[in-house]
């Protein structure tokens, strides 16, 4: 069958809930990709910031099939190593004393909702149930996480939600401080807003959030299921902030591609947690469980962090290059390899043009180009993607 054939039959199939772009990927390694004509193409999305180790990565492949001929499943009833080894490294290397796994980000928030829901009802304390979350920010689109989402788009159409969010401007301490209320019972971020256009959380912001928490005693839960896993340079973005939070969620980069989310928090917020009050079938399984500890070792093993940090550096460098040559670039802003650049106007012409030549880029809020490619891009295909961007400025 042709590429064009596989389309319409996907498009005749499948639930009519994305705007794909017309390519049928067949294969991948490192940061290219491949179509069913051959057609390479050097990748700056990476799955939505998910595939950070690059594509079929060996390494995680041998991981997940050597678990593979062992055991797939035996559920939550009892014990598997992979699982217990993959908590172990996660609560060695963050703030967090427990994990809990389940299979996506939104599963990771719904998680966090209720542990932080469930602390003060154990306190007897049954009023303190809302939280505050930000405008623009995303959690996902499972109706507690859609409700927590500050973006009209995402809950248009699926209303009533969920009650008990209150949003304020993300960046605003004042605001914040107003909607906190005595039935307040968790505030809600991400570090640097990924589908808002990665806007990133200023320093004293963060500590100012993070003492009026402690004052008031309200759970803090940083969203790092864009951010984790290396994405800024450092394993979770909150360590550039040095500031911790009380629950952190994980997801997308942490399976490089299988899915898995992550929800860690402090021994004294997970206490709330007891046998039968959260469940996931899949949630934790030993061949995804043993391919994300590969990750985490992969991550050390090969100083991914260091080299992210510096790679992200040279290609801020360069997009800031570009806003020196074209006025039609309003700022450049991001950390590691979770970069942005606004435009003055709409991003997805930009997109389909880089698209023809061979660059995967994305575009959020209409008029923000977000690159987040694995982490494991060269300099050499960052330079590509800048001089196939200066030709499409340049013609503009
Ligand atoms: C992608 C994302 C989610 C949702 O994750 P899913 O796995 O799609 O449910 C939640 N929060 C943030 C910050 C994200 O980037």
């Given at each position: 069958?042709?590429?064009?054939?596989?389309?319409?039959?996907?498009?005749?199939?499948?639930?009519?809930?994305?705007?794909?772009?017309?390519?049928?990927?067949?294969?991948?390694?490192?940061?290219?990709?491949?179509?069913?004509?051959?057609?390479?193409?050097?990748?700056?999305?990476?799955?939505?910031?998910?595939?950070?180790?690059?594509?079929?990565?060996?390494?995680?492949?041998?991981?997940?099939?050597?678990?593979?001929?062992?055991?797939?499943?035996?559920?939550?009833?009892?014990?598997?190593?992979?699982?217990?080894?993959?908590?172990?490294?996660?609560?060695?290397?963050?703030?967090?004393?427990?994990?809990?796994?389940?299979?996506?980000?939104?599963?990771?928030?719904?998680?966090?909702?209720?542990?932080?829901?469930?602390?003060?009802?154990?306190?007897?304390?049954?009023?303190?149930?809302?939280?505050?979350?930000?405008?623009?920010?995303?959690?996902?689109?499972?109706?507690?996480?859609?409700?927590?989402?500050?973006?009209?788009?995402?809950?248009?159409?699926?209303?009533?939600?969920?009650?008990?969010?209150?949003?304020?401007?993300?960046?605003?301490?004042?605001?914040?401080?107003?909607?906190?209320?005595?039935?307040?019972?968790?505030?809600?971020?991400?570090?640097?807003?990924?589908?808002?256009?990665?806007?990133?959380?200023?320093?004293?912001?963060?500590?100012?959030?993070?003492?009026?928490?402690?004052?008031?005693?309200?759970?803090?839960?940083?969203?790092?299921?864009?951010?984790?896993?290396?994405?800024?340079?450092?394993?979770?973005?909150?360590?550039?902030?040095?500031?911790?939070?009380?629950?952190?969620?994980?997801?997308?980069?942490?399976?490089?591609?299988?899915?898995?989310?992550?929800?860690?928090?402090?021994?004294?917020?997970?206490?709330?947690?007891?046998?039968?009050?959260?469940?996931?079938?899949?949630?934790?399984?030993?061949?995804?469980?043993?391919?994300?500890?590969?990750?985490?070792?992969?991550?050390?093993?090969?100083?991914?962090?260091?080299?992210?940090?510096?790679?992200?550096?040279?290609?801020?460098?360069?997009?800031?290059?570009?806003?020196?040559?074209?006025?039609?670039?309003?700022?450049?802003?991001?950390?590691?390899?979770?970069?942005?650049?606004?435009?003055?106007?709409?991003?997805?012409?930009?997109?389909?043009?880089?698209?023809?030549?061979?660059?995967?880029?994305?575009?959020?809020?209409?008029?923000?180009?977000?690159?987040?490619?694995?982490?494991?891009?060269?300099?050499?295909?960052?330079?590509?993607l800048i001089d196939c961007l200066d030709h499409i400025f340049g013609e503009m």
């Open positions: 069958m042709e590429d064009t054939e596989w389309m319409e039959s996907a498009d005749r199939v499948i639930a009519n809930t994305y705007k794909r772009f017309p390519i049928v990927f067949e294969s991948g390694q490192g940061a290219v990709l491949r179509d069913m004509e051959g057609r390479e193409y050097t990748d700056f999305v990476a799955g939505i910031a998910v595939c950070n180790l690059g594509h079929a990565n060996p390494g995680v492949a041998a991981a997940l099939t050597e678990q593979a001929i062992k055991l797939f499943h035996v559920s939550n009833l009892f014990y598997t190593q992979p699982q217990i080894a993959l908590a172990e490294k996660l609560v060695s290397l963050s703030f967090a004393d427990r994990a809990f796994f389940c299979n996506s980000g939104a599963e990771a928030n719904e998680a966090a909702i209720k542990l932080a829901r469930k602390n003060f009802f154990d306190k007897g304390n049954f009023n303190r149930w809302r939280i505050v979350a930000m405008e623009q920010s995303f959690h996902g689109r499972t109706y507690a996480t859609l409700s927590a989402t500050g973006q009209k788009k995402v809950r248009e159409g699926f209303e009533p939600i969920l009650e008990g969010f209150d949003f304020v401007p993300f960046n605003d301490t004042e605001a914040l401080k107003r909607q906190v209320s005595e039935n307040t019972c968790a505030v809600l971020l991400e570090l640097i807003q990924g589908e808002g256009g990665v806007l990133c959380a200023s320093q004293k912001y963060i500590e100012d959030v993070r003492r009026f928490c402690d004052e008031t005693g309200t759970i803090l839960i940083f969203d790092e299921i864009q951010t984790g896993i290396g994405r800024t340079g450092r394993l979770f973005a909150y360590e550039h902030y040095d500031v911790t939070p009380d629950i952190m969620t994980l997801a997308k980069a942490l399976g490089n591609g299988l899915p898995i989310g992550a929800m860690l928090a402090t021994e004294d917020t997970a206490r709330a947690f007891t046998p039968g009050s959260h469940a996931s079938t899949f949630g934790g399984t030993p061949v995804i469980t043993a391919a994300a500890l590969e990750v985490l070792n992969q991550i050390e093993r090969d100083n991914i962090l260091e080299s992210c940090g510096k790679t992200g550096a040279y290609f801020k460098e360069r997009l800031i290059w570009l806003k020196d040559r074209y006025d039609i670039i309003e700022d450049v802003r991001g950390i590691g390899l979770m970069l942005g650049m606004r435009l003055k106007t709409a991003g997805s012409p930009i997109v389909d043009l880089c698209m023809k030549n061979g660059f995967l880029i994305n575009c959020t809020q209409e008029n923000i180009l977000r690159f987040i490619p694995p982490l494991v891009i060269t300099r050499e295909q960052i330079d590509g």
